[in-house]
């Protein structure tokens, strides 16, 4: 009984103390349980102030467990899951991955670049790219030993054939004017999947001149930089060998497999590296615009598509299962908070990442099934001949996916630190002055971008025609951002208009970024300052309202397990230890303060309490009752500060605090 006593007599605690200590100057004074007056106004008594037995254990450090464990729980498992998220994301990407791009680019890409039409492509078509290839032999021509496959470099198995594909659109899919018709007989429109040319043409027979679906060739559409071109098209694979694939171009090219329609062909091949476990998937891409010319490009996507051969690899399977088992466990919480608090539940923006980093979770863990059964059920089909071509690009492109989505939510679990550290006095200032000053922020931007636009659309009509960098009006924005740090080409712009070009760009400097960005700057540090003057006028961070609230809620927990012990007894009768300890455990009692509790009141320590005994206890019991509801009352009913001069005493100083 000596811990139950002790909750009722002591439930300011020496931790409590040590809290009030902590707070400053203002504290409550219980007038109708202290001894004497208090020695000074704003002093601190107890009811009880009887300390606890050596060696005992703190009954309100149980109850202060109890009473934050939910949101300690929280932080650590959060701390685990963002752990495992590192794990699971950082697990399958290596610095390897980024050497084998730069390899291929260098191999394949480098004299692409320099693609600039028509006769341009056949050449690197004739050139380098079957001389990077087809590797057959050492570097002293002796026959490597590899049977008929490619190895790139030695180390890089070429995976089936490569495969060429064009897409066309139709002749007079635009009109010529009235005036040049004499002399202009056809016209080829820019590119539209409305007006994909779908007719036979040169030799007429083999798929290089017959139109063939996305369905059918089982193709994936290409976002290029003239526009988004389908899966569809004329394609030719090309050998197992140089040489007979030197005698597949040179058919093309002598029969004008490009014309006029053409605008757009697809290089598709994929390599592996087994020594490092990774696939190398690479399209290379010619736009013939209808201005004439050829703008080159290139797609390279170097993914792990077998996951789980090393012991890392299965080390990682752990993680991500354990990360699974989070996700749900998480979702399951998210639910019941939802249900409890309904809508109010999304006005905390910390409340809303919790529910994006967990949606974005489901996904990944989506993609990622996705990807295994996919490349499960595919990469056998792929690989079973050699002298086919093996599509992985659109493996290649479910995995890109999935590690961009984990790329993101580790993004937005990072962000969540802040939440977790904003009991340091620097991060409390930077939140604090985001949070003041947003509104202020987005008036400004408001402001900000309607200059910002109205500059862009101009630089766009005065240099879009001559500067690259403005040849589009999404460029023309992402070049004034590159202005504001220095990042631009001002000698284009002159070139480009001599009057103009140089009126725009002092006249936009001076405005955004002299004017328009200080301001921004300005109302940030301005209120920096305030939150910054504010965080020195307060010392302690723990308000005494809420030390109301803690006092009030642990003062009610104690008169609950005084409750719970006068229902434990039965004055009618003489009571077991045995019944006696059976309805407390019930009611979630130790069995330490069961039993000093009983024998603190069987004084002939027969193991009963008679009715003699049972009176005493219910009498002290409800003597600590009592005193328990008056500090209650005495807490929520007593005075509080009524103005702004009761503020700078606020908090209780240590000296003050007497027990």
């Known amino acids: 009984m000596q811990h139950i006593n002790s909750r009722a007599e002591s439930h300011l605690s020496s931790q409590v103390e040590c809290e009030l200590e902590s707070v400053g100057k203002r504290g409550w004074v219980n007038q109708a349980y ?36 939910q949101p300690e729980k929280k932080k650590s498992g959060c701390c685990s899951i963002f752990l495992r998220g590192i794990k699971v994301t950082y697990g399958m990407t290596s610095s ?9 680019n260098d191999l394949f890409v480098n004299s692409f670049e320099s693609v600039a039409s028509m006769d341009d492509f056949w050449n690197y078509a004739e050139g380098s790219l079957l001389d990077g290839l087809y590797w057959t032999t050492w570097y002293n021509d002796e026959p490597l030993d590899t049977g008929s496959h490619s190895f790139i470099y030695y180390e890089n198995m070429l995976l089936g054939v490569p495969r060429m594909r064009q897409i066309k659109v139709k002749n007079n899919s635009c009109k010529v004017p009235t005036d040049f018709r004499a002399e202009i007989s056809s016209c080829f429109d820019v590119y539209n999947e409305k007006k994909e040319d779908e007719y036979v043409f040169g030799l007429v ?20 930089l003239l526009a988004t071109y389908s899966g569809a098209g004329y394609y030719q694979d090309l050998a197992l060998t140089k040489d007979d694939s030197v005698v597949i171009l040179a058919e093309l090219k002598e029969n004008l497999w490009l014309d006029h329609g053409t605008r757009a062909v697809f290089i598709d091949f994929t390599t592996y590296n087994a020594n490092i476990n990774l696939f190398c998937v690479i399209r290379l891409v010619v736009e013939f615009p209808a201005t004439g010319g050829a703008i080159p490009s290139y797609q390279i996507r170097t993914v792990k598509l077998i996951r789980y051969v090393t012991s890392w690899d299965y080390f990682v399977m752990g993680c991500e299962m354990v990360f699974c088992v989070f996700i749900l466990y998480y979702i399951v919480e998210e639910i019941l908070e939802v249900r409890i608090h309904k809508c109010s539940y999304f006005t905390s923006v910390w409340n809303i990442l919790d529910v994006v980093v967990l949606l974005l979770a489901v996904v990944a863990i989506i993609f990622n099934v996705f990807r295994t059964i996919k490349v499960n059920n595919l990469l056998g089909i792929l690989l079973k001949d050699p002298s086919s071509y093996a599509d992985f690009e659109f493996l290649a492109f479910w995995q890109t996916q999935y590690n961009n989505m984990n790329a993101v939510n580790l993004f937005f679990a990072w962000i969540k630190i802040f939440k977790y550290i904003s009991f340091n006095k620097t991060m409390t200032q930077l939140s ?12 400004f931007a408001v402001m900000f971008f309607i200059v910002f636009f109205a500059y862009a659309q101009l630089g766009y009509l005065l240099f879009g025609t001559q500067v690259e960098s403005f040849s589009t009006f999404q460029k023309c924005i992402f070049t004034q951002f590159r202005i504001i740090l220095g990042d631009f080409d001002y000698d284009a712009i002159d070139r480009a208009n001599r009057i103009l070009g140089p009126i725009y760009f002092f006249t936009y400097v001076f405005f955004v970024f002299f004017v328009l960005l200080n301001m921004f700057l300005a109302i940030i540090n301005d209120t920096y300052s305030e939150v910054k003057e504010e965080l020195a006028s307060h010392t302690d961070d723990l308000h005494i309202t809420d030390l109301f609230k803690q006092t009030v809620l642990k003062l009610k927990f104690k008169k609950d397990r005084i409750s719970d012990v006068q229902r434990a007894l039965d004055g009618s009768t003489d009571l077991e230890f045995r019944d006696f300890r059976e309805t407390l455990k019930e009611m979630g009692h130790d069995d330490h303060d069961i039993s000093e509790a009983f024998t603190k009141y069987d004084k002939d320590g027969n193991q009963i309490l008679d009715r003699e005994e049972q009176e005493k206890m219910k009498r002290e019991l ?8 008056a500090e209650l ?26 027990m």
Request: net charge neutral.
């Open 633 to 658: 009352r005495n807490l929520t009913h007593g005075n509080k500060p009524e103005d702004s001069d009761t503020a700078s005493s606020n908090s209780v100083h240590p000296e003050q605090f007497h």
């Open 622 to 629: 409800e003597e600590k009752r009592n005193a328990l509801n």
């Open 432 to 443: 604090s002055t985001l949070a003041r000053c947003a509104t202020d922020i987005l008036g």
């Open 34 to 69: 202290c001894d004497t007056p208090p020695l000074a106004r704003h002093s601190v008594s107890t009811v009880y102030n009887i300390p606890p037995r050596a060696g005992a254990p703190n009954p309100y450090q149980a109850e202060a467990t109890m009473l934050n464990q």
């Open 96 to 104: 390897t991955t980024y050497y084998y791009t730069k390899v291929m």
């Open 205 to 224: 027979n083999g798929s290089a001149w017959t139109y063939h679906t996305e369905t059918q060739i089982k193709g994936s559409g290409h976002w290029g």
